[in-house]
């Protein structure tokens, strides 16, 4: 199949992960920590919160070998000038705070009159409490959660926002059953289905509903995603 060809084919309904720290987990301890960085041609880290300077974050991105694994399909099916782009993998509990003690300020000056639980709920749609618990850690804490996007020819692909865009713009199938789009916004479509089936279909992922960029690979949010009752991948 041409890579092209996943552009025509919509993103399918994709699952809340509602209900995620309550998932089991099979296997609690957390495989070798692989540097992504090694891995060689069609794929290239870009640690995003590294260069932002977000305090603990890491130069060198890794990932559990399940992940990795994962992303070894997705480039072996990219074709000549198409690269992965790996923004953010295992995530540090420091960065984790980090992030969203940032994010919990934003959502309290834009809705002063939430009450705690709507902030930390709205909060925790783009980013999860820190959380070192056996039972329910935070997802890139357990080294199978990745940040990806897709650069051609040395240009990354349009998706419709930014990296980190906390709006609903960032849902990963906002642009699905709807009328009237043109120009930027059908790019932004076709190139978000084409990131979604690598990662999906290809990769074994499984994509989060709010975030186009965030895929699991074993953990309780692929579980949650998936339909499934246990997670493979703790920590």
Not at 171 to 177: L, Q, V
Request: glycine content about 10%; charged content about 25%; hydrophobic content about 40%.
């Amino acid at each position: 199949m041409r890579i092209e060809w996943f552009g025509e084919i919509p993103i399918p309904k994709l699952r809340s992960v509602d209900g995620w720290k309550e998932i089991l987990i099979l296997r609690r301890e957390r495989q070798r920590l692989v540097d992504i960085g090694l891995f060689g041609d069609g794929l290239t880290v870009v640690p995003q919160y590294f260069m932002q300077g977000v305090g603990g974050a890491e130069r060198d991105l890794r990932a559990e070998v399940l992940a990795m694994d994962g992303l070894k399909k997705v480039v072996a099916f990219l074709p000549r000038n198409w690269q992965l782009v790996v923004w953010d993998a295992y995530r540090p509990v420091e960065v984790q705070q980090s992030l969203f003690d940032g994010f919990y300020r934003q959502v309290k000056m834009l809705h002063p009159d939430f009450e705690e639980a709507q902030r930390l709920g709205e909060t925790q749609k783009f980013v999860s409490i820190p959380s070192e618990n056996t039972t329910r850690p935070s997802p890139h804490l357990t080294g199978v959660s990745v940040d990806v996007t897709l650069r051609v020819c040395g240009q990354d692909l349009w998706m419709g926002t930014e990296f980190d865009d906390f709006s609903a713009l960032a849902r990963a199938d906002y642009y699905e059953g709807k009328q009237g789009l043109g120009g930027q916004e059908l790019v932004a479509r076709r190139n978000r289905r084409i990131l979604h089936h690598l990662m999906v279909d290809v990769g074994g992922f499984s994509q989060y509903v709010e975030e186009w960029w965030h895929y699991d690979r074993g953990n309780q949010f692929w579980a949650a995603s998936t339909g499934r009752r246990v997670a493979l991948v703790g920590i």
